[in-house]
């Protein structure tokens, strides 16, 4: 019965080394895409022309996103349960004499969940600020060239009436013939 027991604390860290390595990896490109995101669109106010343009529009990513942040859940829950399955382990009778290894081994893969689920949650509240941000600064960018361009033709209009105005105040005599 000890060769079995020990098999199957065995089984369940090769299980939880995998979900740790697996996670790891995922975590890495959650990250990259939640960094590249704050660099797609317009920076420093210029325009988006081909070379700025990210190659991943804001939908593609958002997508990419949500799944990536699922898939990262479910192996986040499934880590869970194999930590929950250790636990239960170490504390059922017939546990081999080695329980403080045993112990120590639970508490640093628990350790390593923890880690991971704070990464996990930090980089994604991170992503929803500067997607959040993009969108703030992108609608104040839209209004700003709105404003501009429909103001263009105010402006010129505001300056033909200022240069009639001063046409008309440098010659009274025009304002005589403009009132008759």
């Known amino acids: 019965m000890a060769a079995g027991t020990s098999n ?3 089984d369940l860290r090769k299980q939880a080394r995998q979900l740790e ?3 790891d990896l995922k975590l890495v490109s959650f990250s990259k895409l939640c960094t590249s995101y ?3 669109g317009a920076r420093d106010g210029r325009r988006d022309s081909s070379d700025t343009t990210p190659l991943l529009n804001g939908s593609s990513q958002d997508r990419m996103f949500e799944t990536m942040a699922i898939e990262i859940e479910q192996l986040l829950a499934r880590l869970t ?6 636990a239960e382990y170490t504390n059922s009778a017939g546990v081999p004499s080695l329980n403080a290894a045993l112990m120590h081994t639970l508490q640093r893969h628990r350790d390593i969940l923890q880690d991971y689920t704070h990464e996990f949650h ?3 509240a991170n992503f929803v600020a500067i997607r959040e941000r993009e969108n703030l ?3 104040v ?16 209009r505001t300056e033909l009436f200022l240069k009639e105005h001063d046409h008309l105040r440098k010659n009274p005599y025009c304002i005589y013939l403009h009132t008759v």
């Not at 349960?81 to 250790?86: E, F, R, T, V, W």
């Not at 960018?141 to 010129?156: L, T």
Request: hydrophobic share 20%; proline share 0%.
């Open 122 to 124: 930090k980089t994604k």
């Open 81 to 86: 349960g194999i930590n929950d399955k250790m």
């Open 137 to 139: 600064m992108g609608s």
């Open 8 to 10: 199957y604390w065995e």
């Open 141 to 156: 960018r839209k209004d700003i060239e709105s404003y501009k361009s429909g103001s263009g033709v105010n402006n010129r």
């Open 38 to 40: 704050s660099h797609g």
């Open 21 to 23: 390595n697996e996670l």
